[in-house]
């Protein structure tokens, strides 16, 4: 079983849609979680974090933490062209101060 | 503020080459990661330093890599003799010291390698 898991996709939405991003983890010590876009041939960039359980907003972008259910989602709303990427959730896995990440959901938002 | 610079960009190999990337982290970030990226997979960790001290290298295939952080800023990971599944994308990250796993990390560009 992997640390934690995504679903690979594509996941494709229209314009303007709420695109819903899924992630579940293994070890019920993981403390912080983390999501990250990588465009294609670019490098992962951090967009948000969220250590307790329930939502956190930031713009267009709402994390939820469900511990209970170790289940980490990501929800943009308005989706744009320009979110079309490759979102990698990340844990902090409890045994060292390290991320373990996902193999990423890729995003199409079609105009 | 700088962030973290990758060189070189990308590297083309023969195979049982050696070769060599380098990290200059964020100034001030105690805490240096390399990742290995497969492509479709997620970031991997490679090893970890907290200042001079590689602190998690579990997950670097010893026989073959080599990594080194002298006076604790930049750092240098080396593969010899390079072989053709070494091909990917070396992405190296810094945080401050102990809240990496809080607060995330910075990626520099990454180094693409690929080994022919």
Known sequence: QKEVEQNSGPLSVPEGAIASLNCTYSDRGSQS???????????PELIMFIYSNGDK??????????????????????SQPSDSATYLCAANMEYGNKLVFGAGTILRVKS | EAGVVQSPRYKIIEKKQPVAFWCNPISGH??????????GQGPELLIRYENEEAVDDSQLPKDRFSAERLKGVDSTL?????????????????????????????????TRLTVV
Do not use: H, M
């Open chain 1, 33 to 43: 979680f983390f999501w990250y876009r990588q465009y294609s041939g670019k490098s």
């Open chain 1, 57 to 78: 907003e930031d713009g267009r972008f709402t994390a939820q933490l469900n511990k209970a259910s170790q289940y980490v989602s990501l929800l943009i709303r308005d």
């Open chain 2, 30 to 39: 105690n805490t240096l990661y390399w990742y290995r990226q497969n492509l």
């Open chain 2, 78 to 110: 080396k593969i010899q003799p390079a072989e053709l599944g070494d091909s990917a994308v070396y992405l190296c990250a810094s945080s401050l010291e102990g809240r990496g796993g809080s607060y995330g990390y910075t990626f520099g560009s990454g």
